[in-house]
T-cell receptor, first 114, second 114 residues
Framework: DSGVTQTPKHLITATGQRVTLRCSPRSGDLSVYWYQQSLDQGLQFLIQYYNGEERAKGNILERFSAQQFPDLHSELNLSSLELGDSALYFC?????????????FGEGSWLTVV | AQKVTQAQTEISVVEKEDVTLDCVYETRDTTYYLFWYKQPPSGELVFLIRRNSFDEQNEISGRYSWNFQKSTSSFNFTITASQVVDSAVYFCALSNQGAQKLVFGQGTRLTINP
């Protein structure tokens, strides 16, 4: 158990809908990351937050947004969903936002868009 | 640009055999960090090891060992006396100084047959 908690674990929704994925980082970790794992793209970095502020952005679509709250939990919002958004979405956390910190991953949220 | 290559897409061995998973990376930075993660069939990403670019000392943890060679830009992972529970997808990843995001290889699916 990494200590990173993600909900829901599984989610099935229809195209065009909006979903929110939730993440609680490990106790004491200030930085949160979101990654997407799909069959064709592999593991892709989406976005990073550090202590409530956006730190880095990766291949995140404009239909997706995220935020980190004062209690350090984070949410990833996915809107106008398409079939291609079906993937495993990981949240991860690290102590600081500095490079080299070990990044611990949650169990992921399986999203299926039908 | 950063890149991680895991040329072995799938490996299948019989239990108790030794197996080595290859990882080759590309980066222009002199300071960087290398990681290995394990993804069992249940889907979570489990952290295995982190290595700094300035520390080429090999590491052994039980049946697991890692060989880091800067001269060949490789960070290979060996499992000695493999067990069925080692069956998983293994990912090698890279992060550079100043950029916390991880760049993942495509993963190697390891199957240990009884």
């Amino acid at each position: 158990d990494s200590g990173v908690t993600q909900t829901p674990k599984h989610l099935i929704t229809a195209t065009g809908q909006r979903v929110t994925l939730r993440c609680s980082p490990r106790s004491g970790d200030l930085s949160v990351y979101w990654y997407q794992q799909s069959l064709d793209q592999g593991l892709q970095f989406l976005i990073q937050y550090y202590n409530g502020e956006e730190r880095a952005k990766g291949n995140i679509l404009e239909r997706f947004s995220a935020q980190q709250f004062p209690d350090l939990h984070s949410e990833l919002n996915l809107s106008s969903l398409e079939l291609g958004d079906s993937a495993l979405y990981f949240c991860a956390s690290s102590l600081q936002g500095a490079s080299g910190n070990t990044i611990y991953f949650g169990e992921g949220s399986w999203l299926t868009v039908v | 640009a950063q890149k991680v290559t895991q040329a072995q897409t799938e490996i299948s061995v019989v239990e108790k055999e030794d197996v080595t998973l290859d990882c080759v990376y590309e980066t222009r930075d002199t300071t960087y960090y290398l990681f290995w993660y394990k993804q069992p069939p249940s889907g979570e990403l489990v952290f295995l090891i982190r290595r700094n670019s300035f520390d080429e000392q090999n590491e052994i943890s039980g049946r697991y060992s890692w060989n880091f060679q800067k001269s060949t830009s490789s960070f290979n992972f060996t499992i000695t006396a493999s067990q069925v529970v080692d069956s998983a997808v293994y990912f090698c990843a890279l992060s550079n100084q100043g950029a916390q995001k991880l760049v993942f290889g495509q993963g190697t699916r390891l199957t240990i047959n009884p």
